[in-house]
């Protein structure tokens, strides 16, 4: 008999206004505005984004640079803990391993973000990224993260 567990830790949304502010949202400036990351989903605890593989994203052999890559799961590891912060607060990654696991040179990367444990100071996140193309679906990279959190009350007036 299997016993299936819920993802992640039981977290409730602190900042909803976070949530709505960012579906759909696609920035015009830093990482995400040039690599052209969109919010698909949000909720407590996991984040689905993505962005569209372009020519100015692939290196002189026609596949994507792994920074690319990295810079989404980064992007991912602080945003998915937003809604689940106090508002005021804020995240900054601490470190984060990826692994590369087939190249990409097409289509959409899509992260999906969990929220593996958290406490009131620290967040650990595992993120899957899929290459989503006309024929294919493909898990090409897997990375693990840890966030440490500031506090708004913490934050100089």
Known sequence: MSVSRPIGPDLQIHNPAFIESMVGRKSDTCIDGFLGIRHEEISAGRLVAEFDVEDRHLSFIGNMHGGCLAALCDHCLGVVLYPVMSPGSWAA?????????????????????????????????????????????????????????????????
């Open 93 to 157: 990654t601490t470190e984060f391993k990826v692994n590369y696991l087939k190249p990409v040179s097409e289509g959409t990367c899509r992260a999906t973000a969990i929220i593996e444990a958290m406490t009131k100071r620290s967040a650990v996140v595992s993120i899957r990224v899929e290459n989503v193309t006309d024929y294919d679906t493909r898990l090409v990279a897997l990375a693990q993260g840890t966030c440490t959190v500031k506090l708004a009350e913490e934050r100089p007036d």
